[in-house]
């Protein structure tokens, strides 16, 4: 398929991911069709498949980009003494707009699958920041899941509320006891996991 041409407006892209914004907002993610996308966007249909599968991919890089990358590392980081408050003040106000977004999709239309989509990246992230194959490890996964269900839960309500909490005062409130409390656990699986392996590669 040929490049669209370029032309004064701002990019398709662009346009493209505020229009899904704006349809959001009043209709289910069922709803939503790749012609009222290309329509409010000022482009033609080809065009939308040019840069995105269907309406489905769009809205998983509009996840992949509103996920903060560095909270859960930081949160670590700061669990196990590598990061002090100041960080957290710095950080955290820089994600809330992406985070905001994720709120907004979680209150939505679009919360049956972004919820899952959200949920499983989070994840991702937390397996990567704490060593663990969750999908080896039953206690893992059941901590992961009542973790993440818990923070998209509190996500979903600030939109509920139309943000009347801050990122950063969600943060406060929950820390650090729940984090110190979550992270001792993971711990755990982790040495249990690690023992496991060093059990498998001496009884080869």
Request: glycine share 4%.
């Amino acid at each position: 398929m040929a490049r669209p041409r370029k032309n004064e407006e701002s990019p398709v892209e662009e346009r493209l991911e505020k229009a899904f914004w704006s349809l959001v907002e009043t209709l289910p993610l069922e709803r939503i069709t790749v012609g009222a996308l290309a329509e409010r966007a000022g482009c033609n249909r080809s065009t939308f498949y040019y840069y995105y599968r269907d309406v489905y991919d769009l809205l998983d890089r509009i996840i992949e980009a509103n996920m903060p990358q560095e909270i859960p590392a930081l949160m670590f980081s700061h669990i196990v003494g590598g990061t002090d408050s100041v960080d957290f003040d710095v950080v955290v106000p820089q994600a809330q707009p992406k985070i905001d977004n994720l709120c907004v999709l979680l209150n939505s239309g679009a919360s049956t699958y972004a919820t899952k989509r959200i949920k499983d990246t989070v994840i991702e992230l937390w397996k990567k920041v704490f060593g663990l194959d969750a999908a080896s490890c039953d206690e893992a996964r059941l901590v992961f899941e009542f973790v993440v269900n818990g923070l998209l839960g509190v996500m979903a309500y600030r939109a509920e509320t139309g943000m009347a909490v801050s990122i950063a005062e969600a943060v406060h409130a929950l820390t650090p006891e729940i984090p110190e409390a979550v992270a001792a656990k993971l711990r755990a699986c982790r040495e249990a996991e690690d023992a496991q392996v060093g059990e498998a590669v001496h009884s080869a």
